[in-house]
Each structure stands twice: as C-alpha cells, then as structure tokens.
C-alpha cells in the first residue's frame, strides 16, 4: 500500500500542481479546438493557399513529437527576443500539437456532412463562412465527438510536459516530492490517481454525451 503520508504531508503541492494542470489543460483544450477547426476549414477549402497551410500545418506538427513543439517554444522563442514562462510554453506547445489532431478529426466530419447541404445553403444565399459555422460544423462536431473526445483526455495527460520545463504542474511537484522524499514509487502513484480524478470523469462525460447525441439522432 502507498504510503497515505506523502499525499498529506505534501498536500500542498499536490493541489498546486493539480490546479495549474487544469488551467493548462482548459486553456488547452479550449486553444486547440479553435484553431483546429480553423486548420480544418483550411483543409476543405478551395482556396489554394489557405489549404497548403492547413496541410502544412498538420502533416508538420503532427508527425514530430510533443516535446520538440514545445521546446521550440522555450528555447527558439528566446533566441529572438521572446521569452515566456515554462508554464506559458508548455500550454501554448500543447495547444498546437493538439489542434494538428483535432483538425484532422473534425475534417472528417466535415467531409461525411451530405455536400447537398451546403450547397442548399449557398444556394439560399449563405456565403461561404456562414453555411461552414451555421450548417456544416455544427454536424461535424456532432459526428466527431468520439475521436474529439480521446484528444481531450490525450492533452489532459500531454499536459505532464509542462513539468520538463518547470510549467508547475502536477507532473513537476510529483517530482519535486519525490526528490525531497526519495520516495518515488508512493510519490507517483499519488500523481497517477489525480490524473485519474480529471481523466474518468471527462471521459464518463463525453460517453453520455455520445448516447445522448445518439438518441436524438
């Protein structure tokens, strides 16, 4: 049994770390949604220019670790006259790693909405932008929520990066515990459960969503 007395005694830091991780993970997830379905549109979209980036952004951040996104972040940025903190660095990191996942997940939905509909709704005078926010995602999302939920608890747990650049999450006072208790094993079980606490309920809740969404068709 893990030892109840490094969870009290560092209580503190615990619920420190614990809270910056939700910070980070809701501005996360909130960041990453935004500009995946920007880069999403990008992707669909006839406009040449605008699709090579959409491509270019997701082929790119998509196939590179986590890690080196936000190391260039931490360490690039500073190189020409922008620092930010570790904490900054790994939400912003995180959110744009992300958002490379959530547009290809919300691409395919756009792509699996019936094409006769936006142009119905082209055809009844909606401009581009408007059929996209009014008619087309609004189902995407819908058809998507499974794969969009396994991202959000991906970036819940990605966010565990912040503590390699001192983000002052729940990952780097685990390791502070452990350094001043020489206590891993106990220390990261500890971690693991608060992980759990924000993983299980998200996931609890984006399955009733699913059935619900289900039900009403």
Avoid at 45 to 52: A, G, R
Avoid at 79 to 91: D, K, L, P
Avoid at 133 to 157: D, E, G, R, T, Y
């Amino acid at each position: 049994m893990p030892d109840i007395s490094i969870f009290t005694d560092y209580f503190n830091l615990y619920m420190k770390g614990f809270g910056n991780t939700i910070l980070s993970s809701v501005i996360a997830l909130i960041g990453s949604f935004v500009l995946g379905t920007v880069i999403a549109v990008f992707r669909i979209t006839s406009v040449k220019p605008l699709n090579w980036i959409g491509t270019a952004y997701v082929e790119f951040i998509r196939n590179i670790p986590l890690l080196l996104v936000v190391f260039v972040f931490f360490y690039g940025l500073p190189s020409v006259g922008i620092t930010m903190s570790g904490f900054v660095c790994g939400t912003v990191g995180l959110t744009v790693y992300t958002a490379s996942f959530i547009a290809e997940a919300i691409r395919a939905g756009i792509m699996s909405v019936p094409k006769g509909q936006s142009e119905a709704a082209q055809a009844s005078g909606l401009t581009y932008i408007q059929t996209m926010w009014h008619v087309v995602l609004p189902q995407a999302v819908k058809i998507v929520i499974p794969p969009l939920s396994n991202q959000f608890i991906n970036l819940v747990k990605n966010s565990s990066v912040l503590g390699v650049f001192a983000g002052f999450d729940l990952m780097y006072f685990g390791d502070q515990v452990a350094s001043e208790t020489y206590v891993t094993f106990d220390t990261y079980i500890f971690v693991a459960l608060l992980y759990l606490v924000l993983t299980l309920p998200l996931s609890y809740a984006a399955l009733r969503l699913e059935r619900k969404l289900a039900r009403t068709g």
